[in-house]
């Protein structure tokens, strides 16, 4: 280890911004105030934690300014006006480029904002800076350290928003998942981290191609998180031919679930020591409030749903290595020195594989996502662990075992900051059907008011009406 | 009128290049000398015909000399190495400009292939050219004109490509459908036009977003187009998460069907004299043959199938507006000066939209699509025509109401040139059933073969292995 102990001095920190409205309101708070206070975090951590691809304060701080005058007037864009917000850097963006994590595309406009981006700003949020990605949003890391000890990965791979709301530069940032990168780095980080169900959000504009690709958001809090993803959604849609996040613009109200899955998935027996007391010790604390639980051991439809989730890392490295083929193969024709090794191998994987066997894995899908719809009957959601443990230590981005479910089976899925590891946080997963995502919402309330007692977790919303 | 009779003169002919594979193998033909025949046309009529935004003979004898060089050794790509295709000017290309038919992008450079270009040049096809396409592919034409009369349009928005294929300037083209992109230019032009099920081919690298826009070929008989884009899809396969196209590597064997469903469409109304009369001397055809023919009048599922596509334009235009909204409003912001009016008054349309009137536009053609899908227990394919009658003079692009219905149902369809009206070619229509694709292409064969006596529009092909 070459830093010093105070190198890693880092003060994480939620900053969640719908919580303020009321202050905006009132004028005992600004956007500007609010953007200050993150722009600080950035100056005191952003050399170690290395969150941002770029960044720039000063037109930050003219949309602030902006954003304070509306909410002033009272007439405000939306409830995320004036926003500190990230993106991750494959998500196009007209005024900085986007990288991608790849040395092929360092310092490339698109010359346009994704669909998302558009939306974000005509609603009000402020674009502070694009996020490190792992290279297209893969396995090869970028330079981004975890905030809570800089020795550790951030997980990835939507590495630099995790980083960058975990230690309080930002309250929300854009990420993507196709396997496990919102929920892992999440986890890893100690925010809250949504992955909406499979199309909620639309993807134009960013390299997020994949069938089990999902663009959703890492957040200092559940009403942020869902605050950002609805006033996308009711600007973008979701991907052509999806419904779209469906949901209220308020944050959906609290449900009390009268029973609760618990999956093992296959990182079962990779789960650290800490992190399977953290789940059984959640268990008592479900089960305590009332709530039922139901496991493999005794129900034979979620016995079935771990038979079928066993093969989804398998299922989704072949799903994703045929649909990567293109434009894998461009970019290896533009120039092969500048694509890593593992998307070579990736790419080699792919023109290996025939048509069918793409089709057989896609069937396998299809499978567990039947399988798990059938659980709709049982319970009201499910829950297990966001990662098999502690962020490791080092660069590679971690275990994903406990993350690929939720994206294998298309179904929204939550990371909720609630568990410690090795004195790192860790998070409890709670999984929804398809497009029910706002009764995720209101399970995810009652759990964590009623169960953990961790309200400030919800994120307290004051809304206009309300003034 | 400006132009002299003389002016009007081309000689529109189709050139099947997978027919003469047994002459390439024998060396009595060569793709070079097929090549030769293609540009003589592009050098006799391009000047008229308008096909081309852009084109490279040079670059193009150049690929076909290495084609003629693999016949000769018995080591062709595939059983298109060598076919001159084109490529519509949506659908991105590393070494040719992609303009959109949008003054904002003219001359624009994407720096890669499309999917199903990268997928093209794999199997050894020659990419001639980018052919011209209405703007985005939707309203404003382009200056193409019909090769059988340039006072007329040769629809849209595959315009360059129909009227390439149509000149004999090309075997084979790449077009995009969402409402009537395929069907209407290959009727108005006299070719065959093939837009698959939906998903089939990998959009990726296309301007062409929308849930209902499908990539898809024109070309000179149903085995060029079938080989087209079975060699696409073996190798690029369909969109992320969809099958592919389903089928064999050679054509698929003759299908007698035994009944067909004729389907009258929203168009019935506006159908000329000419156009009708072709419809019900097929259909006296058919039935002649053997085959049962039934109608709505006889038959309620049918019934409710026309009653579900009644309102397919109406649906279909509140789809693809919503799902342009963006990069519609990016576009706009770029150079509003550069986007036409029909553009704009689309994305105002969209941007008075509400995400939940959307979803109820989908659930519309949802349900069209269930009521279409039980027909498959009643008729193994519908018929109807292309298009309400021959290309109309002047500069719009025409009726979309007979091709509209099987892009909003989302399966595949075939416009075959069997019929004339005001001395211009028409097609006949044939629909399948989504993922059934091959099925369609064993009926076609029936229906050209038996009952209409056009076996040249099959395309005869020998197979390396009876050479």
């Not at 719908?18 to 500007?32: E, K, M």
């Not at 986007?98 to 949020?125: E, I, Q």
């Not at 530069?169 to 890893?188: C, D, E, H, K, N």
């Not at 399977?276 to 639980?293: D, F, N, P, Q, V």
């Amino acid at each position: 280890m070459s830093s010093s102990a105070e190198e890693s001095i880092v003060r994480p920190s939620l900053r969640s911004f719908v919580t303020l409205s009321r202050d905006f309101a009132l004028g005992t708070q600004t956007p500007s105030s609010f953007l200050e206070q993150c722009l600080q975090n950035i100056e005191a951590y952003e050399s170690r934690v290395k969150a941002f691809v770029v960044f720039d304060k000063h037109r930050a701080r003219a949309r602030a300014s902006e954003a304070s005058q509306r909410w002033a007037k009272g007439e405000q864009l939306s409830s995320i006006d004036g926003m500190p917000v990230g993106i991750k850097d494959i998500i196009e963006t007209v005024d900085m480029p986007t990288g991608m994590g790849s040395p092929l595309f360092t310092g490339a406009y698109s010359g346009r904002d994704s669909a998302s981006v558009k939306a974000l700003r005509s609603a009000g949020a402020i674009i502070v800076g694009k996020t490190v990605t792992t290279e297209f949003a893969s396995t090869v890391p970028g330079p981004t350290r975890n905030p809570w000890d800089i020795e550790r990965t951030p997980g990835g791979s939507s590495s630099g928003s995790a980083a960058a709301v975990a230690a309080g530069m930002l309250t929300a940032a854009l990420g993507t998942q196709v396997v496990g990168s919102i929920i892992r780095p999440a986890s890893f980080c100690g925010c809250v981290g949504f992955k909406p169900s499979i199309g909620a959000i639309n993807r134009g504009g960013s390299h997020d191609f994949m069938s089990q690709s999902c663009q959703g958001a890492l957040a200092a809090s559940l009403a942020d998180v869902w605050f950002v993803l609805s006033e996308i959604a009711v600007r973008a849609g979701g991907d052509p031919g999806h419904c779209g996040l469906i949901g209220p613009m308020d944050l959906p109200d609290e449900r009390r679930p009268s029973t609760i899955a618990v999956l093992e998935t296959p990182g079962w027996s990779e789960v650290s020591a800490g992190a399977r007391e953290m789940l059984a010790e959640s268990c008592y604390l479900i089960e305590k409030s009332g709530i039922k639980i139901i496991r493999r051991r005794d129900c034979l439809d979620v016995e079935q749903i771990e038979e079928c989730i066993a093969s989804a890392a398998v299922q989704t490295r072949k799903i994703n290595a045929w649909e990567s083929r293109w434009p894998l193969n461009i970019y290896r024709d533009l120039d092969s020195s500048k694509v890593s090794t593992s998307m070579l191998i990736k790419l080699e994987e792919a023109e290996a594989m025939s048509i069918t066997q793409y089709r057989s894995a896609l069937a396998s899908r299809d499978a567990a996502r039947v399988a798990y719809g059938k659980l709709k009957q049982q319970a009201d959601l499910a829950i297990t662990l966001s990662a098999s443990g502690a962020a490791p230590q080092g660069m590679s981005t971690g275990n994903t075992a406990f993350s690929v479910p939720a994206s294998y089976l298309g179904v929204p899925a939550l990371s909720l900051p609630l568990f410690w590891d090795e004195q790192m946080p860790l998070g409890l997963q709670l999984m929804g059907f398809q497009d029910q995502d706002a009764n995720l919402f209101g399970h995810a309330q009652h759990v964590l008011s009623s169960v953990f007692k961790r309200p400030e977790l919800i994120g307290r919303v004051i809304s206009d009406k309300s003034i």
